[in-house]
Nanobody, 123 residues
Framework: VQLVESGGESVQIGGSLTLSCALS????????ATWFCQAPGKEREAVAG???????KYRNSVQGRFTVSKGAAKNVLVLEMSRLKPEDTAMYYC???????????????????WGQGTQVTVS
């Protein structure tokens, strides 16, 4: 399984951005997937995850601003980001695991497959 993120760029405060993560090696419908972010000097943190049945989970700070979804036709994971804040600035990674989203969905160690990351800068 390989993951490739795209869509990161520099945006203004309050702006919107959509990140995509293309999964190859299997149907995304069989995988749970989570977006993580990592700012310089900080630990990698879960942002939003989605299960194989479409159930979504969000970090409190992005609830209501970000939406995670899957695009089965293109086999992608999507993160729609709105009302962006400077504190959203980070490298964003997608991660996937075969099967259901688990209780500890926000733990990076729960995911064996990772993308290379895409940079989001809000200023």
């Amino acid at each position: 399984v390989q993951l490739v993120e795209s869509g990161g760029e520099s945006v203004q405060i309050g702006g919107s951005l959509t990140l995509s993560c293309a999964l190859s090696g299997g149907p995304i419908s069989d995988y749970c997937a989570t977006w993580f972010c990592q700012a310089p000097g900080k630990e990698r943190e879960a942002v939003a995850g989605i299960g194989i049945d479409g159930d979504a989970k969000y970090r409190n700070s992005v609830q209501g601003r970000f939406t995670v979804s899957k695009g089965a036709a293109k086999n992608v994971l999507v993160l729609e980001m709105s009302r962006l804040k400077p504190e959203d600035t980070a490298m964003y990674y997608c991660a996937a695991r075969y099967g259901h989203l688990r209780t500890y969905w926000s733990e990076p160690s729960d995911y064996p497959y990772w993308g290379q990351g895409t940079q989001v800068t809000v200023s």
